[in-house]
Structure formats: C-alpha cells, structure tokens
C-alpha cells in the first residue's frame, strides 16, 4: 500500500466529490457542505494536493461550442477552428448558415441542409 486512495477518510472523499462537482468553490463552502470547519477543510484539500491525489483544477466545457454536439465522445480541439455540426447532416462547419426554429439556432452546412431541416421540422410541427 502506498498510502494514495487508501488513506483517505470519509471527510476527504466528500471534500473529493464537491470538488469533483465544482472546483471553484470557495474552502469555506467546502467545510459547509462537507460538515467540518474551514481551516479542516483546507488542511484536507492541500495535503490532498501535496500526495498528488488532487492534481490539479481542470475546466469543463460545453462540447457544443467546439462542433462537437450533445453525441460527441472526444474532448475538444482547442486547435481546431471553431467549428459547428450541421443540425441535419453533421457535417462540420467552420462557417455554418445559421436558421432559427422555434426560437433556438442551429447552424447548418449548407442551404439544402437548411432547407431540408425546415421543411422537415414544418411538417412535423402540422403532424405529418
Ligand atoms: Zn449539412
């Protein structure tokens, strides 16, 4: 045993789960939700640091700002150009026709792609 995941307590693993959750809240509120006090709580968060079990802060991003969509498996490409899915045919696009249905945007490829996704989401809409 080399003293990693198994020498944590209860405590930390619920100071763990709410930063799992979110990062960026404060050690006070950590101490809170955790149901300890704030220096106990960042006692615990640091040594977590100094072992390596915490390492390191990370941001979550929403994949659709990437071109990847709600289906999309990989991680972003914070290289590629801002690139969005076609709605119809998800094929992407670094400079996607836009079209509002129903209130929402969607980026399209192409005209046809727009057009198709327009009479298609109409005649549904009349229950075609
Ligand atoms: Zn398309």
Redesign the pocket.
């Known amino acids: 045993m080399s003293g990693g995941a198994d020498a944590l307590d209860d405590l930390d693993r619920r100071l763990l789960a709410l930063l799992r959750e979110d990062a960026r809240r404060s050690h006070r509120e950590l101490a809170r939700r955790a149901g300890t006090t704030q220096p106990t709580a960042t006692a615990r968060v640091r040594r977590m640091e100094d072992a390596g079990i915490i390492q390191g802060y990370t941001v979550r991003l929403d994949a659709d700002a990437f071109g990847g969509g709600p289906d999309a498996t990989a991680e972003p490409d914070l290289d590629a150009p801002a690139s969005v899915a076609?709605h119809?045919?998800?094929?992407r696009?670094a400079e996607p026709l836009w079209a509002t249905v129903d209130g929402r945007r969607h980026p399209?490829?192409?005209p046809?792609?727009r057009a198709a996704y327009r009479d298609r989401h109409a005649a549904l809409a009349q229950g075609l």
């Open positions: 076609c119809w045919c998800r094929k696009t399209f490829c192409c046809t792609c």
